[in-house]
């Protein structure tokens, strides 16, 4: 009987190694393997015609302590915060509206907050050049109603960049949020209302603690993306607005110096890394009290 049992267990551990086991060889090939290759490249040498010379170097790395692309780091990193703040500022009181409607108009909110992924992220960006540029939509109706007389530089700006960025990350905002919103305990919120508490009082010291988990989720979701999303900043920023994903980009294609550009691909990398571990740390294994 013990054997049977041995050997019943055995079967499910294997079991077990069968069914991830197409899921860790998908990750090997196609995760692991090319992060590695990248790592490497990282401390290889640039030849004198844009190949890749196996030569080991720290000269990469030691680049990245340059003043110019330490600017651009902070620049980078400036604009994720700024964009991710846009987004929870925005996306915090639609969340809470749409998580405490009817379900009659939650499934056409819902709607509204899935349909922009119908369309490539790509396209909406143009959309937003014909919106924003001196010739556009919002300088013509303005000057129309006589708010100014002159069209404004709305295009190619730090703006433009983190208003396309806003708007490309919002639904992950959003969705974040309406899972953590749905959840909540509504008995709570009838407490501290019988306790004489506030409206402001209520959201300060139950909703928003409570719903931490899914601010936390939904910043790790828009901060991460914003320092990758290169295409954003080249077309509403134009040259003026210099991003470490642009800065990777045009290393990798223009400048053809991959050693270069695989050093800062590790340095995005490991801010990510850092991110979701801070995110995990403080997200796992602890209870939310209510203040």
Not at 104 to 115: E, G, N, R, S
């Amino acid at each position: 009987m013990d054997t049977s049992k041995g050997k019943y267990k055995k079967k499910r551990q294997y079991g077990h190694i069968v069914t991830i086991s197409p899921v860790m060889l998908w990750m090997i090939i196609l995760v692991a393997v090319p992060l590695l290759i990248v790592a490497g490249m990282g401390f290889m040498t640039r030849g004198t015609y844009g190949q890749v010379e196996y030569k080991f170097t720290l000269d990469n790395y030691k680049m990245l302590a340059q003043p110019i692309y330490l600017k651009i780091l902070l620049d980078s990193l400036g604009i994720a915060f700024l964009t991710t703040f846009f987004c929870l500022i925005l996306g915090y009181p639609f969340a809470y509206f749409v998580a405490n409607v009817s379900a009659k108009y939650k499934v056409i909110l819902f709607m509204l907050i899935m349909i922009p992924f119908w369309t490539n992220s790509l396209v909406r960006t143009y959309a937003w050049i014909v919106i924003l540029r001196t010739t556009g939509v919002l300088n013509s109706y303005l000057m129309q109603i006589g708010i100014i007389h002159q069209p404004l530089q709305l295009l190619y700006t730090n703006g433009a960049v983190i208003l396309g960025l806003t708007y490309a990350l919002f639904p992950f905002m959003v969705l974040s949020l309406y899972s953590s919103i749905e959840a909540l305990d509504k008995t709570y919120l009838e407490a501290a209302s019988d306790l004489g508490a506030s409206p402001v009082q209520t959201f300060l010291r139950v909703t928003l603690p409570l719903t931490m988990p899914g601010i936390s989720a939904g910043i790790i979701l828009v901060f991460i993306p914003t320092l990758g999303l290169f295409y954003i900043s080249d077309l509403l920023g134009g040259s003026k607005t210099m991003l470490i994903g642009n800065l990777i980009q045009n290393e990798f294609l223009t400048a053809r110096n991959w050693p270069f550009g695989s050093a800062m691909s590790i340095l995005l990398i490991a801010i990510t890394v850092i991110f979701i571990v801070i995110y995990f740390k403080h997200s796992n294994g602890q209870e939310i009290e209510v203040l």
